[in-house]
């Protein structure tokens, strides 16, 4: 049974310029936001980090297999060392996977117009935009992305997610549904 609606908030996060539209505009030099100056040259202990594979976590030995020990290990050690990971064995076909990469890439491709309708607003870190901006000096990452809350259902904002495109609010419906199953099949089997 689903609560009421609750609120996920990370904070308030500053307005900044889209990379895309910065791009657009022809430049001679990074802008001075975007350059991290007192950076620490990589060591060559961290650069054998980058030797090993991506961590790759078995979704279904993790949840329901007999070597869940062994890869909850394996998922902690992916978070502490590398802070992310990739998911296998979780069940959505790959062909499914690729027509949502598509989808997300015309998304990003949307004209600024378009975008400017699904913008963070000041007091919303859901949107267009970056998270965690504080300042007017804060340096940015030179990357655009766009957040939105789709799980649980309770914490979605709904004004956002009606008014992202159709066949991304259906992936958004249909990730609601593989995780109710998901959750209905380990109560059952947990």
């Keep these: 049974m689903e609560t009421e609606s609750q ?18 505009e022809p430049i001679t030099k990074v802008p001075p936001r975007y350059v991290y100056q007192q950076q620490d040259p990589p ?6 980090i980058w030797l ?28 502490k060392d590398w802070g992310f990971f990739q998911v296998g064995n979780h069940g959505v ?12 890439q015309d998304f990003f491709e949307l004209p600024l117009e378009e975008k400017k309708k699904l913008w963070q607003l000041p007091d919303n870190h859901e949107g267009f935009g970056q998270l965690f901006i504080v300042s007017k ?8 992305m766009f957040f939105v809350t789709t799980l649980p259902v309770n914490a979605r904002k709904n004004d956002i997610f009606q008014r992202l ?17 998901s959750r209905d099949h380990l109560k059952s089997n947990g």
């Design 7 to 24: 609120q996920v908030v990370f904070g308030k996060s500053l307005i900044v310029p889209s990379v895309r539209e910065l791009v657009k």
């Design 43 to 48: 060591t060559v202990a961290a650069a054998d």
């Design 52 to 79: 090993q594979p991506v961590p790759v976590i078995d979704l279904h030995s993790l949840l329901l297999g007999d070597s869940m020990g062994f890869e909850l290990e394996k998922l902690h050690s992916a978070c």
């Design 93 to 104: 076909r790959s062909s499914v996977l690729e027509e949502f990469k598509g989808e997300v």
């Design 137 to 144: 000096e804060q340096r940015l990452d030179w990357s655009d």
């Design 165 to 181: 495109p159709q066949k991304l609010r259906d992936y958004g419906s249909l990730l609601f549904r593989n995780e109710k199953v």
